[in-house]
């Protein structure tokens, strides 16, 4: 059973930076063989895609954090990153990380991945 455990969450003004961690543990098949991503969901929104990563880092980001945030993973960890620059009252929201068994394609359904607990991000203006 795949566990993720995300940390690094918290408080921060707009303008600020934040690192989110996701360790994993538990993998049927070895690590780089899952696409990882970030998710996020603020309250009333529906979840959304924020970034993802496949096992050879090749990345995607939504456009809405695009340039001001970047997605890394440590394969030898087991833990992925991300790193959050430039912060807005908008990126307020729950976020979680997910693991998917993937070819390399990042993109298509998440629904059948694995998800953490979830950390949360609040920004203040």
């Known amino acids: 059973q795949v566990q993720l455990v995300e940390s690094g969450g918290g408080a921060v003004q707009s303008g600020g930076s934040l690192r989110l961690s996701c360790a994993a543990s538990?993998?049927?098949?070895?690590?780089?063989?899952?696409?990882m991503g970030w998710f996020r969901q603020a309250p009333g929104k529906e979840r959304e895609a924020v970034a993802t990563i496949n096992g050879m880092g090749g990345v995607g980001y939504a456009e809405s954090v695009r340039g001001r945030s970047a997605i890394v993973r440590d394969n030898a960890k087991n833990t992925v990153y991300l790193q959050m620059n430039s912060l807005k009252p908008e990126d307020t929201a729950l976020y979680y990380c997910?693991?998917?068994?993937?070819?390399?394609?990042?993109?298509?359904?998440?629904?059948?991945?694995?998800w953490g607990q979830g950390t949360q991000v609040t920004v203040s203006s």
């Open positions: 997910a693991a998917k068994k993937s070819n390399g394609v990042c993109s298509g359904s998440w629904s059948s991945a694995y």
């Open positions: 538990g993998y049927a098949y070895t690590y780089s063989a899952y696409c």
